[in-house]
């Protein structure tokens, strides 16, 4: 037995603060969000991926290592409005792959703890 035919069902997304990290998943990123058991957890989701975002027990240090990628159909607009609502991107949206029959648009930002999240965007190449 493997895990071929797992899915993802759920992500922790490591925070410090947790009515500031509540707020910027729920009302800067609008993910929907599901339920809180304060002080700890708040849950969201995210197509079919659940996301906790939770805050550590006293004395366990945060491992941010893996980034968290938001597929869009529309890279340009949800920069805009992200950038305009104060999420701070490392560049702008920028075509990072390239093939025959799609690009792949990437815009790199941090959540307010340091968590790396992107937004990913796969479309036809223009004047295709």
Same mark, same amino acid.
């Given at each position: 037995?493997?895990?071929?035919?797992?899915?993802?069902?759920?992500?922790?997304?490591? $925070?410090?603060?947790?009515?500031?990290?509540?707020?910027?998943? #729920?009302?800067?990123?609008?993910?929907?969000f599901?339920?809180?058991?304060?002080?700890?957890?708040?849950?969201?989701?995210?197509?079919?991926? #659940?996301?906790?975002?939770?805050?550590?027990?006293?004395?366990?240090?945060?491992?941010?290592?893996?980034?968290?990628?938001?597929?869009?159909?529309? $890279?340009?607009?949800?920069?805009?409005?992200?950038?305009?609502?104060?999420?701070?991107?490392?560049?702008?949206?920028?075509?990072?792959? #390239?093939?025959?029959?799609?690009?792949?648009?990437?815009?790199?930002?941090t959540?307010?703890d340091?968590? #790396?999240?992107?937004?990913?965007?796969?479309?036809?190449?223009?004047?295709?």
């Open positions: 037995m493997n895990l071929s035919n797992a899915t993802v069902a759920q992500i922790m997304i490591p $925070i410090e603060d947790f009515d500031r990290g509540v707020s910027f998943y #729920r009302d800067v990123l609008g993910l929907p599901l339920f809180s058991a304060p002080p700890q957890m708040a849950f969201f989701m995210c197509g079919t991926v #659940r996301l906790l975002v939770g805050v550590l027990p006293a004395g366990q240090a945060a491992q941010r290592g893996s980034a968290v990628y938001f597929k869009v159909q529309d $890279i340009r607009g949800v920069f805009s409005s992200l950038k305009a609502q104060g999420v701070a991107f490392s560049a702008d949206p920028h075509l990072v792959h #390239r093939t025959p029959t799609s690009e792949l648009w990437l815009a790199e930002f959540d307010p340091g968590n #790396r999240l992107a937004l990913m965007s796969e479309a036809a190449p223009a004047g295709a």
